[in-house]
């Protein structure tokens, strides 16, 4: 019987979280009480809520109860909690590096406009890694329900902001709606301007828009992927170009994208060579944090401690972070591994 270690200990990085996403369900509700405001019975039940978003409805929905958490975080010391409480997480799961991600422009009407919203959201950042001790930095992403220059706006602001904490530019909702090409203006600003393109995909749809963001957006990294399992050619293309996917399993079984978490193509992706990071996504809508996205590998895919260790790895290697800090994450996985 192999030792089971513990995934908490195990170093990692977090490519896939969203900035109100990544609120605990405690904070929530002390926020939601300071600015009396009602919350549904699905955000205080102390479970998750049940979401489906494979139809327009239930998308809908969740994205109204993601609104209305995110209508809780109204001051600059709002953000600065969220962001220190994200990192305070990420290091109990054993994360050394994250990538969070914000559509500025949704705090931008409460403070004080898109340019302080972004800077308060930055120092919000270097405040709690210097905290923590976390490698932090942001991925600013477009709304692909919103006009195509707005998303060119966001670009150039991201961009701006590249010496301040800024990494990438990514295209979030649902992408059932807008087509990937209408944001390649916008994604060309960002490329330019030396960001990791990180749009999402091939997660409510099939394995066509993670071609999309492919050939229209020059994608180095997808949000999500996982669609690209029901194509071969497509997997070895990701494969080639070592494209990584970050993939948030429970996120997909929360939002019915599979019925069972054994039917996320997790195996699938991994033996065709597909690096991936494991992401949280929303935990406060699904519950589950990063080292439990590992744990569901472990326990609904059959990985072993090696097959994690190397999942680790592939986050770590996907990740912006300085050479100095991925060395000693992926030391640190080497160390995980040859434990007893």
């Not at 050394?96 to 991600?101: A, M, P």
């Not at 997660?203 to 990294?221: Q, Y």
Request: include cysteine; charge should be negative.
């Amino acid at each position: 019987m192999e030792h089971v270690r513990d995934l908490q200990q195990l170093p990692k990085a977090h490519l896939h979280l969203h900035f109100t996403g990544s609120m605990r369900p405690s904070t929530l509700l002390e926020l939601a009480d300071k600015y009396g405001v009602h919350l549904p019975e699905a955000l205080t039940g102390g479970e998750p809520p049940r979401l489906r978003a494979t139809d327009e409805r239930g998308w809908f929905r969740f994205q109204r109860l993601y609104d209305i958490a995110r209508s809780c975080l109204r001051e600059p010391e709002d953000i600065r909690r969220l962001v220190r409480e994200a990192a305070e997480e990420d290091v109990r799961d054993g994360s050394g590096w994250l990538e969070i991600q914000v559509d500025p422009t949704s705090y931008a009407p409460r403070l004080g406009g898109l340019i302080p919203a972004l800077e308060i959201i930055l120092d919000a950042v270097d405040a709690a890694s210097r905290e923590t001790g976390l490698g932090m930095r942001v991925l600013v992403a477009a709304n692909r329900m919103k006009h195509p220059l707005d998303a060119r706006t966001l670009a150039r602001l991201a961009v701006r902001y590249a010496d301040r904490g800024v990494v990438g530019f990514g295209l979030s909702n649902d992408e059932r709606r807008g087509m990937a090409r209408d944001f390649d203006r916008a994604f060309a600003i960002a490329r330019e301007g030396g960001l990791l393109a990180v749009p999402h995909g091939g997660e409510l749809t099939g394995p066509a828009s993670v071609r999309d963001c492919l050939d229209d957006l020059k994608a180095s990294r997808i949000g999500h992927g996982v669609r690209a399992a029901e194509d071969p050619r497509l997997l070895r293309r990701l494969a080639e170009k070592g494209v990584t996917c970050e993939v948030c399993p429970a996120s997909n079984v929360a939002l019915g994208v599979y019925e069972k978490p054994e039917q996320v193509p997790l195996r699938t992706l991994f033996d065709a060579g597909v690096p991936l990071a494991l992401g949280a996504d929303d935990p406060l809508l699904f519950g589950a944090r990063l080292a439990d996205q590992y744990e569901f590998a472990r326990h609904h895919h059959g990985f072993a401690d090696a097959e994690l260790a190397e999942l680790a790895r592939q986050s770590i290697r996907a990740s912006v972070a300085p050479e100095d800090v991925r060395a000693k994450l992926l030391s640190g996985v080497d160390t995980w591994l040859a434990a007893d």
